[in-house]
């Protein structure tokens, strides 16, 4: 069984840095894509980046020059460095797990597997 335990979340001023950190035990972890959504009440889950096995990444345009995602196979964790926050990062961030094609790594449905989220706040 796959478990993902996000943490790192917070509050913070806008203009600041928060780290998210999600660690993966229970399978693998070297071989399958990782994903950072996220999530404010009344909307859907938002694709923000997602990081292959190999290193190959892919930012949601909102994000990309501001966040960053590394993943550390060996420490079975990936990361996502968060800079330049602004009111509107402000969600739930949640990790996630599989093995999809490059073209669906925006999708939520391509994903098995999931942790519990963590509240990100950015105050202005």
């Not at 693998?28 to 990081?51: N, S």
């Not at 990062?89 to 999931?114: E, F, I, N």
């Amino acid at each position: 069984q796959v478990q993902l335990v996000e943490s790192g979340g917070g509050l913070v001023q806008a203009g600041n840095s928060l780290r998210l950190s999600c660690a993966a035990s229970g399978r693998t972890f070297a071989t399958y894509t990782m994903g950072w959504f996220r999530q404010t009440p009344g909307k859907e889950r938002e694709f923000v980046a997602a990081i292959s096995w190999s290193g190959d990444i892919y930012y949601a345009d909102s994000v990309k020059g501001r966040f960053t995602i590394s993943r550390d196979n060996a420490k079975n964790t990936m990361y996502l460095q968060m800079n330049s926050l602004k009111p509107e990062d402000t969600a739930v961030y949640y990790c996630a797990l599989d093995a999809p094609p490059r073209s669906t790594w925006s999708l939520g449905r391509s994903y098995d597997y999931w942790g519990q989220g963590t509240q990100v706040t950015v105050s202005s």
